[in-house]
């Protein structure tokens, strides 16, 4: 599939402002908050499933291959089924089947106005349901050569203690409030929600930080938002839980720079799909599990029009909020 450029205003190359990427994996010479900005929006990219949109980190880059990680529930309306019937036995079988995601980077000029941005596809490597998994995907870029830095993660047994000060760096209300860093503090671990076990924390999270990455002071991925209930408490995917996904389902390289990558035609191999459920034939995932009542305390992706704000949480949607965004996107 062809790459889409999508250009908000004509700009010079010399006007462009590309984020720096950080240091891959070693640790990281993060010496205030304003160098941890930096680090952070390098790595923070907005996710447009359809017409929602989250936020996602680039985890991983090899050979000028790009992978991320995001929520499961931002992308869960790319996802469908059909039924197939074998020609020569008749027997009958669900295909999931997953449309591309589109990743979605910014440019700022030296004034820090935003100038333009570009669109590149993404397929969904992995994928696990929020209803009844991980709530978590992997995704890869289809654009080669994109990014050439990536995240760095808290892969250390201790837990960082009750009390850390703690930085989202995500997708605020979706594209709108793209690459918004926040900060709180971590106020507890082991929260259990329907049988998975969150860490609770203080970083300011709205509709679109789903799938975007929380941070400790040094800059290392602790966790992913994905649940809340208010602007400051929120539940993360602890990495811990993150990487104990990725080991059980043989993509543990994504977050240990250490291990190889398998090559392209290997992971095609890979079933995308670790959801545990099909759906009928031809039926589409229920988008952003907005029929389920369970998903009460999803931080929801915001539609691409505005909507959306806050649904399903226990914070009613603001009129005013609502109004502003659709103001900026006339």
Avoid at 89 to 114: K, P
Avoid at 198 to 217: C, K, L, R
Wanted: charged share 25%; hydrophobic share 35%; glycine share 10%.
């Amino acid at each position: 599939m062809a790459t889409i450029l999508v250009a908000s205003t004509a700009f010079a190359a010399a006007q462009e402002k590309k984020p720096a990427p950080p240091s891959a994996s070693a640790d990281l010479k993060i010496g205030s908050p304003e160098d941890l900005g930096e680090h952070l929006q390098a790595t923070s990219v907005t996710i447009r499933a359809g017409f929602t949109e989250g936020s996602s980190t680039v985890c991983r880059v090899v050979d000028g291959r790009t992978y991320l990680i995001t929520a499961g529930h931002v992308v869960a309306g790319l996802r469908s089924t059909r039924e197939i019937i074998d020609s020569k036995t008749g027997t009958r079988r669900m295909v999931v089947e997953f449309d591309d995601a589109s990743v979605i980077l910014q440019y700022r000029d030296d004034e820090g106005r935003t100038v333009g941005d570009v669109r590149w596809f993404a397929r969904i490597v992995k994928y696990s349901d929020a209803e009844n998994c991980e709530d978590l995907a992997l995704i890869e870029l289809r654009r080669k050569g994109a990014f050439d830095k990536s995240a760095s993660f808290y892969l250390d047994k201790k837990l960082p203690p009750v009390g850390t000060t703690l930085y989202h760096m995500g997708s605020l209300l979706g594209q709108f409030g793209s690459n918004s860093m926040t900060r709180g503090i971590m106020s507890q671990h082991g929260r259990v929600y329907m049988g998975k076990v969150y860490d609770q924390t203080t970083v300011a999270a709205f509709p679109g930080s789903s799938g975007g990455g929380v941070y400790d002071g040094k800059g290392k991925y602790v966790g992913m938002v994905v649940r809340g209930a208010g602007e400051t408490f929120n539940l993360i995917v602890p990495v811990r839980r993150l990487k104990a996904w990725t080991e059980r389902n043989g993509i543990q390289w994504a977050l240990d720079h250490s291990l190889p990558v398998p090559s392209e035609e290997e992971l095609k191999k890979l079933h995308a799909d670790d959801s545990g459920y099909s759906f009928s034939s031809g039926e589409r995932a229920k988008e952003n599990g907005k029929d389920a009542k369970d998903f009460r305390f999803l931080i929801r992706p915001i539609g691409t029009n505005g909507t959306g704000l806050m649904e399903g949480t226990i914070t009613p949607q603001d009129p005013l909020i609502l109004r502003v965004i659709r103001e900026f996107r006339k």
